[in-house]
T-cell receptor, first 114, second 110 residues
Framework: EAGVAQSPRYKIIEKRQSVAFWCNPI?????LYWYQQILGQGPKLLIQ????????DSQLPKDRFSAERLKGVDSTLKIQPAKLEDSAVYLC????????????FGNGTRLTVT | GDSVTQMEGPVTLSEEAFLTINCTYT??????LFWYVQYPGEGLQLLLK?????DKGSNKGFEATYRKETTSFHLEKGSVQVSDSAVYFC?????????FGTGTSLTVIP
């Protein structure tokens, strides 16, 4: 089966600019997650979708970050305006759902904010 | 709340050495437990999982046993290879919420 697809792989922007990341989950996976991974740390959940509804966005900095999952398939994560501390890898993951179902991760987008 | 604590690294081993990476967890429910591996420039890949107490997950020579009495899920491998050099993450899932440890970097030298 095809894995989780993410684009772009790398992005360099200046602070205060905007950026968007795209994710296409594994076909049939109802649950989609966006994580932020800062160098040397574990993934931190930003937002979790079940189909096209938000399950958890408690750690999403809503003043600058937004995400949507139209039609319950693809998802986009946007940052506007970006700050230096947003430099990180943004990982998308999907799952069939249920506690024994693992997460399947994409390769991530490495964002550098200068 | 739920959390995962794993052994800090970095860990450096010689090829064919025995590996243990410790992981303990705190959970309010009955979580499933996972080990993920991350190679440079890539996303996390599932290494193994266990869904209930006393289950043993295994893959590619790695093993971990779900120990409810000690709330642990330690990762072991009897003989590491250079290709095992990566960052390893312990994780739990509880009601579709995932919690990750901070990761342990492993370097295996020939």
């Amino acid at each position: 089966e095809a894995g989780v697809a993410q684009s772009p792989r790398y992005k360099i922007i200046e602070k205060r600019q905007s950026v968007a990341f795209w994710c296409n989950p594994i076909s049939g996976h109802a649950t989609l997650y966006w994580y932020q991974q800062i160098l040397g740390q574990g993934p931190k959940l930003l937002i979790q979708f079940q189909n096209n509804g938000v399950v958890d966005d408690s750690q999403l900095p809503k003043d600058r970050f937004s995400a949507e999952r139209l039609k319950g398939v693809d998802s986009t994560l946007k940052i506007q305006p970006a700050k230096l501390e947003d430099s990180a890898v943004y990982l998308c993951a999907s799952s069939l759902g249920g506690d024994s179902s693992p997460l399947h991760f994409g390769n991530g987008t490495r964002l550098t904010v200068t | 709340g739920d959390s995962v604590t794993q052994m800090e690294g970095p860990v450096t081993l010689s090829e064919e050495a025995f590996l243990t990476i410790n992981c303990t967890y705190t959970a309010t429910g009955y979580p499933s437990l996972f080990w993920y591996v991350q190679y440079p420039g890539e996303g996390l890949q599932l290494l193994l999982k266990a869904t209930k107490a006393d289950d043993k997950g295994s893959n590619k020579g790695f093993e971990a046993t779900y120990r409810k009495e000690t709330t642990s899920f330690h990762l072991e491998k009897g003989s590491v290879q250079v290709s095992d050099s990566a960052v390893y993450f312990c994780a739990l899932s509880d009601r579709d919420q995932f919690y990750f440890g901070t990761g342990t970097s492993l370097t295996v030298i020939p």
